[in-house]
Each structure stands twice: as structure tokens, then as C-alpha cells.
């Protein structure tokens, strides 16, 4: 649920003119109900307490808030290529619905195995690696956060030597409760543009 509160006073001698919308009206209302509040202006400033308590769900999903997943995202992009996967794994919030479309391709895989054995296979497979995040756009709601972002790393994978591994990726972030869920993410190396001939070797399987 959001609200935009435009509130205009303009104090003369006759008195103030305060102009709000229905939902600033209501809480003013309620407080005036309360405390006998006579000056409409008064009614409107001594509900705003009230009020920013109605909006904190759109505050949630802030540029602020954005701002912060970018950041958190991009400490677990560093983690996660240097093979640090237990401060990794401490750093992220998953969703027990969270799902992956891996750079590899494949099916979509559904939750996530953090087990310490699963946990130790990773660090093995991606050792000395570094991050920085681009971030291409984002999209908030009361409720979600989308970002769509350029991870630009480089590491050892899977035993080849450094090279450059960067993604594109979109996550989506869900709030429950206090915290933003990793819900969903997905990557694929395509970052630079391919031709028709590998594009459909790779539609095919080849």
C-alpha cells in the first residue's frame, strides 16, 4: 500500500489552509476524535506520526533500500568468486522458495542445497576470483524488488585458469518481514553479443 501526501499550509491572519489527500484526512480525523484537536493545520501535523506508520511498507522498497541490496549483492558476487562460500552463505537471504537459471543453462533448479558438504564443493569449484556490480535498472514495489545488473567478475572455475566470467543477471527480491529473500535469480555469459550461427548452435544443444 502506498500513499503520496501533498500538503500545502499557506498562515495568514485570518488563519491556516491545509490541503491533504483522503488518507492524510483520515488519520487526522481519528487523532482529532482522540484529542480534540481544533486548528485543521495542527490536525494535519500531529497526524503525521501516524501516518508515516501507514506508509513505512512503501519506505521499505526506498531507493535507499535499494541501494543496500545493490551493495549486499554485490559483497556476495565478491564471496562467492573469491570461494568464500560460508561468509557467502551467512551474507544472503534465500527464499524456501527460491529458485535459479544458472549460467550453464539447464532446468530451472528449485531451492538450495547448504549443506557443508555442498557448501565446501562450491569454494573448491571457484577460488581467487573478484566482483563489481553494473547496474542496468532496478524496480520496486511495497512488496518486491527487481534488479537487472551486469556482474563483472573474473576467477577460476571449475580448475581453468582466471578468466573473465562476467553475467547478466536479474535477481528478484521479495520482503518478508523485516528482510528482502532472494526469490529468484538469473545469469547467463552473454554479455557480449553472439552471432546468428552460435546463437542457434546454442538453441540447439550444441
Given at each position: 500500500?502506498?500513499?503520496?501526501?501533498?500538503?500545502?499550509?499557506?498562515?495568514?491572519?485570518?488563519?491556516?489552509?491545509?490541503?491533504?489527500?483522503?488518507?492524510?484526512?483520515?488519520?487526522?480525523?481519528?487523532?482529532?476524535?482522540?484529542?480534540?484537536?481544533?486548528?485543521?493545520?495542527?490536525?494535519?501535523?500531529?497526524?503525521?506520526?501516524?501516518?508515516?506508520?501507514?506508509?513505512?511498507?512503501?519506505?521499505?522498497?526506498?531507493?535507499?533500500t535499494?541501494?543496500?541490496?545493490?551493495?549486499?549483492?554485490?559483497?556476495?558476487?565478491?564471496?562467492?568468486?573469491?570461494?568464500?562460500?560460508?561468509?557467502?552463505?551467512?551474507?544472503?537471504?534465500?527464499?524456501?522458495?527460491?529458485t535459479?537459471?544458472?549460467?550453464?543453462?539447464?532446468?530451472?533448479?528449485?531451492?538450495?542445497?547448504?549443506?557443508?558438504?555442498?557448501?565446501?564443493?562450491?569454494?573448491?569449484?571457484?577460488?581467487?576470483?573478484?566482483?563489481?556490480?553494473?547496474?542496468?535498472?532496478?524496480?520496486?514495489?511495497?512488496?518486491?524488488?527487481?534488479?537487472?545488473?551486469?556482474?563483472?567478475?573474473?576467477?577460476e572455475?571449475?580448475?581453468?585458469?582466471?578468466?573473465?566470467?562476467?553475467?547478466?543477471?536479474?535477481?528478484?527480491?521479495?520482503?518478508q518481514g523485516?528482510?528482502?529473500?532472494?526469490?529468484?535469480r538469473?545469469?547467463?555469459?552473454?554479455?557480449?553479443?553472439?552471432?546468428?550461427?552460435?546463437?542457434?548452435?546454442?538453441?540447439r544443444?550444441?
Amino acid at each position: 500500500m502506498s500513499f503520496v501526501i501533498p500538503i500545502e499550509a499557506n498562515e495568514t491572519k485570518g488563519g491556516a489552509m491545509c490541503i491533504w489527500n483522503s488518507s492524510f484526512r483520515k488519520a487526522a480525523a481519528k487523532w482529532a476524535r482522540t484529542a480534540g484537536a481544533t486548528s485543521r493545520c495542527t490536525l494535519a501535523a500531529v497526524a503525521c506520526s501516524e501516518l508515516l506508520l501507514l506508509v513505512q511498507p512503501s519506505l521499505a522498497a526506498s531507493s535507499e533500500t535499494v541501494a543496500e541490496l545493490i551493495r549486499r549483492t554485490e559483497e556476495q558476487a565478491r564471496a562467492f568468486n573469491a570461494g568464500d562460500m560460508w561468509r557467502w552463505h551467512g551474507m544472503i537471504r534465500l527464499s524456501d522458495d527460491f529458485t535459479l537459471m544458472q549460467p550453464f543453462g539447464g532446468p530451472m533448479s528449485h531451492g538450495f542445497d547448504a549443506s557443508p558438504a555442498r557448501l565446501a564443493e562450491l569454494s573448491r569449484s571457484f577460488r581467487n576470483g573478484e566482483a563489481k556490480l553494473e547496474r542496468v535498472i532496478s524496480y520496486a514495489s511495497d512488496d518486491l524488488v527487481v534488479l537487472a545488473f551486469v556482474e563483472r567478475q573474473h576467477g577460476e572455475v571449475l580448475g581453468l585458469p582466471d578468466q573473465d566470467w562476467s553475467l547478466r543477471v536479474t535477481q528478484v527480491y521479495r520482503r518478508q518481514g523485516p528482510h528482502w529473500q532472494l526469490v529468484h535469480r538469473h545469469a547467463d555469459p552473454l554479455v557480449r553479443p553472439i552471432g546468428l550461427d552460435q546463437a542457434s548452435a546454442l538453441a540447439r544443444g550444441e
